[in-house]
């Protein structure tokens, strides 16, 4: 199974070891390389990728590229700071052409997850 975390490095590094420690492959989405590096060195189910969901256009890419590369996500778990509905529409457009529509949940004023 494969999850998605969108800014996974930091506040969500938690929730990105635990998705990997029960099986799942997770790319996690930061901005920070050096964080990411770290984060994936502790668990090799963890796929660090360095984007800034700011930069839409980088952003676009990158998941274009994740969802090719590694296949739909059927978790994704994110921390968005701005401009949460655009990252949404992003995250469920590139994930359902993948091949895996999703449910989107909102749990916290900035924290949001979905499942296929």
Known sequence: MHALAIGGSGM???ASLWLAEQGYRVSV???NPQKLRRLSER???LFGVSA???QAAEFAAALQD???SRGPASLVVAWVHFDE???RRQVSVENGAAGSP???H???SAGWFAQA
Do not use: E, Q, V
């Open 85 to 87: 509905n655009r990252r």
């Open 66 to 68: 994740l969802m090719k």
């Open 102 to 104: 999703s449910r989107l």
């Open 43 to 45: 668990n090799a189910n």
């Open 29 to 31: 989405i930061g901005r």
């Open 12 to 14: 969500l590094s938690g």
């Open 106 to 108: 909102r749990f916290a």
């Open 52 to 54: 800034d969901y700011a």
